[in-house]
């Protein structure tokens, strides 16, 4: 397995548990898991033993604590929404007039037949 996903295993831990880890973190994680194996849910480290990405997150936290953030403290942290809905609920309290286009008068002048009534039904549907 590769680095990247035992440094997400670990990310995802450290979560998990309410806090979020910094790039000095991360540094450290990178040097502690390089050659390290995930199988069945415990890090192996060579020639080191094994442990559990629950155990290296205490640990690194409690050897780093300045280094890591709670997840809620953070700027950027959101509640976790269904981005759709949230988008949903914003047109719905928002609904916006888009403006005909510039040149529809004068193309609407050159139709005849069904265009001209495809471009009327479409004048009176126009949001």
């Known amino acids: 397995m590769s680095d990247d996903h035992l440094e997400d295993a670990f ?4 979560r998990r548990q309410g806090f979020q880890p910094n790039q000095n973190v991360m540094r ?3 040097t502690i898991l390089a050659g390290a194996t995930l199988t069945h849910g415990l890090i192996t480290l060579p020639s080191k033993g094994s442990i559990s990405p ?3 997150a205490r640990s690194l936290r409690a050897a780093m ?6 997840v809620e403290d953070r700027p ?3 509640p976790t929404v ?3 809905e949230s988008m949903r609920r914003e047109l719905e309290a928002h609904p916006s007039k888009r403006a005909l286009p510039s040149d529809w ?3 609407r002048s050159k139709a ?3 265009t001209a009534e495809h471009l009327a039904e479409r004048e009176r549907h126009w949001k």
Do not use: H, M, Y
């Open 105 to 107: 008068q004068t193309v």
């Open 112 to 114: 005849t037949g069904v």
């Open 28 to 30: 450290e994680a990178a």
């Open 82 to 84: 269904n981005l759709t």
């Open 76 to 78: 950027d942290s959101k």
């Open 11 to 14: 990310i995802a831990e450290c």
């Open 65 to 70: 604590p300045e280094s890591f953030d709670g």
């Open 54 to 56: 629950a155990d290296l």
